[in-house]
């Protein structure tokens, strides 16, 4: 996903090459791309006879949904809000006061 993120759509192909490093195989990353296709995180786009895959969602929407998900798991979700507001950085902090702002 982060190589989608930053480069955009690419082929499988493409996809490959940029992570040839990790010494898989192609059809390895096929599969990788079609079962996140199915989890619903990637559009497949046929273009001639390679498809292209994009990310449904930016970084941040699919972090946002991770966080959700986890705080889900929380039997007093107020207490892990009061403890995630405590590990935030100052500025982390502000911006949270401006999205809670936003929303009125």
Do not use: C, N
């Not at 079962?35 to 895959?53: N, P, Q, V």
């Amino acid at each position: 996903m982060e190589v989608l993120w930053e480069a955009g759509p690419l082929t499988g192909k493409q996809l490959a090459q940029r992570l040839a490093d990790r010494k898989l195989a192609y059809t390895t990353w096929l599969t990788v791309l079609s079962r996140l296709e199915r989890k619903g995180l990637l559009k497949r786009d046929r273009r001639g006879r390679a498809h292209t895959y994009t990310p449904l969602a930016s970084r941040e929407d699919h972090i946002a949904v991770l966080m959700r998900q986890a705080l889900g798991q929380a039997e007093d979700r107020e207490a892990a809000l009061q403890h995630f507001a405590r590990s935030v950085t100052p500025a982390e902090a502000q911006a949270l006061r401006r999205a809670l702002e936003d929303l009125d």
